[in-house]
Each structure stands twice: as structure tokens, then as C-alpha cells.
């Protein structure tokens, strides 16, 4: 496992795109070493790691399709209403070029 | 006394025997939601409900239709088309969804009113009922605000148990429901995963994330099931099995049901009052004619159960919350660059709390650690989930208190990782990692706060859930009550 400090945590929050206090990254310090100690006593319990992982519960499988019944979509007024920076029908960001 | 104090049902015969009206009723459900010191509501919807009140007043109420003009309030985070809806979080501060939740359209097409949305931990994620963007929500049998209700769903856990309606909607990924329901002396229910649509329903960690609901007593909880779980193909994880109808096949009968205590939770709550009350649940349920048993689960499995729920909900939510970044909704602060536009409006826009949360699951996502945390979180909740399925092949369901003490004092608990999680405190979210039909009842209260049992069982065997809770609601006698009758109802 790839070893803990400040900056490989500032590295990570960045990478997620946004900051944190100092304190903030004191605080997720101390959590990270008591993730880890509590994993490492997980990794101890019998067949843990032989066994599969679990994503859902059970087994979700769905074998038919849905009917192809048509729907109108949103209209381009209502998919733009909760932006904040719309200009001529389009979400407006600064220039990437 | 007022209509609100009673049950669904009752409500509904008082509707159709025209001894109050829908506007009556609505009206009474704002004025004591507009009282509200609890700190339950995001935002109360006095004008839109009083208007459809009067709408559903002009037509004949339905016989049948237990629902149709029934006030209730929703947590947060589900969609509903044109009111404000953040999750308690800045982050979402001013989004007004485009269309309902599956469960709030199946609510409203039935002649239910919603009056309110209720508070939450910051996007579902917290324990304390705290961290929402409107600060803590308060549990009202305590008048000094000195004790937390618990979340997530902490305001619709409050407005329920302070009668303002008799039914809420909430979301359960580790307890949210059922936890708060205990501190509150509710009926809180979480069905199968995948029982109920989760269309609408802002994601946290949707292998484990549960549309729940508090009710004031077993039977309207069995009728809120018959609605809530018709199928959607709006939500590709909602099952295709046929539903039950939980309400019509109520009977509270035990005789024969084999029921499991799980020694290693049993003994890690030492609370001798509360024990005392869950051992005369036990007797009670063991004269009834069921077969009461004790089983052993390793401890050291059950002592994961906290740090498992915590990896892979993290996990989860950092990727499902990466949407949320100012651009399509939400504040936008500006920036030089597309990236910073989004940087802004993340890091103003989630607290302390969830930021670290979001840290740790992509920490535990990237390739050099999955081994040693997300993979090995999964690892261990499949061999829980094999170690309760093993006692389900043998016994109907597993009765437990809830948690190992009534509403922990808002300065004694936080949802600061520790490594102090003793198992009673955690443990429901064995509930989650199964996909298990689990229900927590009132049991009792203790200087006047309350506590819960919790009574979990097989995929889809929501039926001896409701039968076993309904048993037990005949040896609490703890039926309807609220923060306003509980004195009376405690002295029976």
C-alpha cells in the first residue's frame, strides 16, 4: 500500500478537484492510520483473501429488455435551467484552447 | 388529541367518516411543522400542499386508498420536481430537479401530500444527524437539545416522532433509517435491496444505499410496502420478483417461527435495563410459541463490520459524487480554467467531513492500495454477508436491540473515524451488505429517551419481518406513540 503523508493526501484531494484546511488534512491523517491498522486486522481474519470480493448482495442478473416505448426528452430551456453560466442554448466554461 | 397522533388507518377512516377534512388535516400538519424546533426541515411547502389538499377535496375520498390525502415529508435527497432539493449540502444549494422520485410519484399518484422536505447529514453521509448544511437536527424527547436523534435521515426522523405527519420518507446505506428510528421510538423499515425504486434518489453507495421509512407502528409500515414496492424499470437494480401484499398477510403470528440471538452482539451491549426489557421480549416471543436460540458469528467478523461499510461507501460515493462540480447545477463560483471552475465550486461546496470521505475512497480506489483496502473491504463483506445467510438457512429472522443505548449526547459521539466501534454500534449495517429486509421497532425508554429492537431477516422474507415486529408491538404497546404521548403510553 502506497505509504501515507500530507502530501500524497493534498495530492489526492487536488486529483478530486478541491482543497482542504490544514486541519482538515491533520485530521484525515490520523484517519488513515486507523484505516490501516483496522485493514490490517481484517487481512488476518481466515480465507479473507481467498475469498471473492462482494459487489452486490445477490445476484441481479436481468435477462429481458425493456419495451422500446418512445419518450420525449427534456427540452434543451429545461436541461439548461440549473446552470449557472449559459450562453446561446450551451453551458458556457472558459476557453480550454 | 388531534388526527395526526393516530395511525394511516385511522386517519383514513376519520377522512372518509368526514370527522376532519384533508384541509383540516394539512393545515394542522404545516401549523405544526411551521412549531418546529427540532431543526427538521429543509424547506416547508405550505403553499403547494394547501393547494392540492383543496384539489383532492373536490373529489370522493377512494375506500380503498389508504393514502389519499395523507400529509408526509421527505428527506432531501429525493427528487421532487420543482422544489429545491440539496441533500443538505451547499454543494447543491439552488438545484430544483426536473421530475420525482419514483417513490414520491407512486406517493403522489396515490393522494399523499407532502409537506415538507426534512434535513440530513451532508448527502446521506453521517451517522450523527450534524453535518447537514443547516447544522445539527435535534431529537424531540429532549427538550434541552442535548441528545442527537442520529442520521442520516435525522429530520424526517424527527417529524415523525413529534407527530407533524404520520409517515417519511429516508434513505438507508448502513442505518440510517433504522438507527434513528431506535432513538426515536419509531418503526423504522428498510426492505430488500432492490424491493423499492431508487429512481430519484440521490446516490451514496448504491450497492448498499435502501429507500426506507419511519412510520409510528408495524401495520402502516406493511401498508406503506404495498405502495412504495411496485416495480419500476426506471431503476434497472429494482427486482422483477412478484411483490407480497405485506399489509393483507399481516398476522402477528409467531408459533413455530425459529428466531436467532447472535451471542457476540447480544453480549457486547451492557446496558442492564435495556437488556432487561430485550430478555422479556425474548420470553414473551418464547410463550407466543416461537423457538428462541442463541448462534455465534466470529467476532473478529463482526468487528469488521464497521470498517468494511466504511471503505466501500466511501469508495462508492467519490465516484458517484463527481457529477457535482458547479457546472450543470449547483453554485458556480467562476475561474480561469474549466478545472478551476469545478475546484471552486467543490471546495466550497463540501464540508470538512465529506471531503475526507471522498480522500479515503479514492485513496483506497487507486491501483497500488485496492488490494489492501477496496478489494479487501469487498472480500470481508462477502464472508459476513455467507455468515448471516448461514444462520437465515436455519432460522426465520435475527432479533437484537438496535444499539447499545438510548440517543448518545451530541459532545459524546461524531462521525470522526475511531477505533473505538464496538460492535452494537455498528452492526446493522449487516443489513446493507446482505440486501436483508430489516425493521427496528420501540422497545422501551430509559430517562425517558428511547430504544429500539431490530428484527432482520432473508432476501425478500419481508413477511416474517412484519410478523414478528407486529408481535412484539403487542408486548411494547408502544403503537403511535410520539414525543406527545409517550409518558402515557410508557406508564401502561
Known sequence: MKAVNKDVLKDAANRLLFDMSDEQYDMLLEEFHIIQTQFELIGKIKGVDETTPMTFSFDVTISLMREDVPSTPLSRDEVLKN??????????????V | MSYLDLSIREIHNALLLKKVTIVEL??????????????????????????????????????????????YVAKDNFSTKGVETTGSSNVLSGYVPLFDATVIKYLNDAGAILIAKTTLDELAMGGTGTSGHKGKTFNPYDESHTHMIGGSSCGSA??????????ALGSDTGDSVRKPASNSALVGMKPTWGLISRFGLFPFAPSMDHVAYFTRNVSDSALLLNLLS???????????KKRDDYFGDLKGDVKGKKIAVVKEIRNSITDEEMNKKYNDS??????????????????????????????????????????????????????????????????????????????????SLMSENQHDLFLRAQKARHLIVDAFNEVFKTYDAIYLLAAPS???????ASDRLNNDYLIA??????????????????????????????????????????DLALKLESFTKLSDVSCLNYKEKEAK
Open chain 1, 83 to 96: 446552470a449557472k453560466s449559459v450562453q446561446d442554448g450551451q453551458i458556457k466554461l472558459p476557453k480550454v
Open chain 2, 26 to 71: 394539512v393545515k394542522e400538519a404545516l401549523e405544526r411543522a411551521k412549531k418546529d424546533d427540532n431543526n427538521a426541515f429543509e424547506c416547508i411547502l405550505e403553499k403547494e400542499a394547501l393547494e392540492k389538499a383543496i384539489e383532492l377535496s373536490k373529489k370522493e375520498i377512494p375506500n380503498e386508498n389508504y393514502f389519499y390525502g395523507i400529509p
Open chain 2, 158 to 167: 424527527a417529524a415523525v416522532s413529534a407527530a407533524i405527519v404520520p409517515f
Open chain 2, 230 to 240: 411496485k416495480h419500476d424499470d426506471n431503476d434497472e437494480t429494482n427486482s422483477y
Open chain 2, 282 to 363: 425474548l420470553e414473551f416471543l418464547k410463550n407466543a410459541g416461537a423457538i428462541v436460540e442463541e448462534v455465534s458469528i466470529n467476532k473478529d467478523l463482526l468487528t469488521s463490520i464497521f470498517p468494511t461499510y466504511f471503505i466501500i461507501s466511501c469508495a462508492e460515493a467519490t465516484s458517484n459524487n463527481a457529477n457535482l462540480d458547479g457546472v450543470k447545477f449547483g453554485p458556480n463560483y467562476g475561474g480561469k480554467t474549466y478545472q478551476e471552475v469545478m475546484y471552486n465550486a467543490r471546495t466550497k461546496g463540501f464540508s470538512g467531513l465529506i471531503k475526507r470521505r471522498f480522500v479515503i475512497g479514492s485513496y
Open chain 2, 406 to 412: 438510548p440517543a448518545s449526547k451530541f459532545d459524546e
Open chain 2, 425 to 466: 454500534d455498528n452492526y446493522l449495517a449487516y443489513g446493507n451488505f446482505g440486501g436483508f429486509p430489516s425493521i427496528t421497532i420501540p422497545l422501551g425508554f430509559k430517562n425517558g429517551l428511547p430504544y429500539g429492537g431490530n428484527i432482520t431477516s432473508k432476501p425478500f422474507d419481508e413477511k416474517d419481518v412484519f
